[in-house]
């Protein structure tokens, strides 16, 4: 079973950043592929990012390119998702993933594990 916990999420004003981050115990990033995905309420859960530390790759939604950026740091078993320049459409709740394989993938589906979700706000 993996565990994987949220944080960093609350209340920002638009235009504002937070970096979100979620913290796998005993789980190897780098063997693993990991994403962040988001759900609206009333919306569909919808990828964000997704990267991949084995395959050297990473991708993002249109809707964040260039404004989110995911990282993670393999000592610590740590995967982060950095927000920048935020809107109101960036509301929703964020959840960390990981997959059982290596390479990524913008399908929910293809991810075993999740995270309990944190909450992000952005305000007009």
């Known amino acids: 079973q993996v565990q994987l916990v949220e944080s960093g999420g609350g209340l920002v004003q638009a235009g504002g950043s937070l970096r979100l981050s979620c913290a796998a115990p005993g789980r190897t990033l780098s063997t693993s592929a990991m994403g962040w995905f988001r759900q609206a309420p009333g919306k569909e859960r919808e990828f964000v990012a997704a990267?991949?530390?084995?395959?050297?790759?990473?991708r993002y939604a249109s809707s964040v390119k260039g404004r989110f950026t995911i990282s993670g740091d393999n000592a610590k078993n740590t995967l982060y998702l950095q927000m920048n320049s935020l809107k109101p459409e960036d509301t929703a709740v964020y959840y960390c993933?990981?997959?059982?394989?290596?390479?990524?993938?913008?399908?929910?589906?293809?991810?075993?594990?999740w995270g309990q979700g944190t909450q992000v706000t952005v305000s007009s």
């Open positions: 990267t991949s530390w084995s395959h050297g790759t990473t």
């Open positions: 993933a990981a997959r059982q394989f290596s390479e990524i993938s913008v399908d929910l589906y293809a991810y075993a594990y």
